[in-house]
T-cell receptor, first 111, second 113 residues
Framework: AQSVTQPDIHITVSEGASLELRCNYSYGATPYLFWYVQSPGQGLQLLLKYFSGDTLVQGIKGFEAEFKRSQSSFNLRKPSVHWSDAAEYFC?????????FGTGTSLTVIP | EPEVTQTPSHQVTQMGQEVILRCVPI?????FYWYRQILGQKVEFLVSFYNNEISEKSEIFDDQFSVERPDGSNFTLKIRSTKLEDSAMYFCARRTSGANVLTFGAGSRLTVL
């Protein structure tokens, strides 16, 4: 069965520091992979997606993610975090017409 | 492409009451989905809808839930008799046929007292 695991429930980083949010998935075929961000009281906004090709994908707001098939991972990174990046981040797998979400990682940014 | 607009943004209701959440506008060539997110928990799939039919539904989507297009434009999620545990954020999302990206609305927060 398809599943998405985000092992970090909550992460705190200092503004300007680098960030990596982990995501592992379980899926039998090549997945479609996504990262979404949810600001307080808002819907989910697509940050980036991986369908095929280059395993390092660039997204909005300076985020990138790397697909590693051998590790079944799709970690999200940002070299320098801004205070406005504080939000909930969700990793998701697309399988056919269905999408499976992880439990999310809450990011706190401290000055 | 049309954005996904959800109404109401917040609804408070008494346990046992019926609630209708709306998702507008809608196109004939899109998949639509309803997800819910209980406070502090993950985003859970409820149901997908395509060509006026339910495409898939989760075990959460029991007999108290229904989806329909009452006037050919709105896409609604109805909860017949709300329970306390139905308190959650409900998200509508669209997917263009042939594409594999979900676009979400801002959500409708349901509070059941």
């Amino acid at each position: 069965a398809q599943s998405v695991t985000q092992p970090d429930i909550h992460i705190t980083v200092s503004e300007g520091a680098s960030l990596e949010l982990r995501c592992n998935y379980s899926y039998g075929a090549t997945p479609y992979l996504f990262w979404y961000v949810q600001s307080p009281g808002q819907g989910l906004q697509l940050l980036l997606k991986y369908f095929s090709g280059d395993t390092l994908v660039q997204g909005i707001k300076g985020f990138e993610a790397e697909f590693k098939r051998s590790q079944s991972s799709f970690n999200l990174r940002k070299p320098s975090v801004h205070w406005s990046d504080a939000a909930e981040y969700f990793c998701a797998v697309g399988a056919g017409n269905q999408f499976y979400f992880g439990t999310g990682t809450s990011l706190t940014v401290i000055p | 492409e049309p954005e996904v607009t959800q109404t109401p943004s917040h609804q408070v209701t008494q346990m046992g009451q019926e609630v209708i959440l709306r998702c507008v506008p809608i196109s004939n060539h899109l998949y639509f989905y309803w997800y819910r997110q209980i406070l502090g928990q993950k985003v859970e799939f409820l149901v997908s809808f395509y060509n006026n039919e339910i495409s898939e539904k989760s075990e959460i989507f029991d007999d108290q839930f229904s989806v329909e297009r009452p006037d050919g434009s709105n896409f609604t999620l109805k909860i017949r008799s709300t329970k306390l545990e139905d308190s959650a954020m409900y998200f509508c999302a669209r997917r263009t046929s042939g594409a594999n990206v979900l676009t979400f609305g801002a959500g409708s927060r349901l509070t059941v007292l």
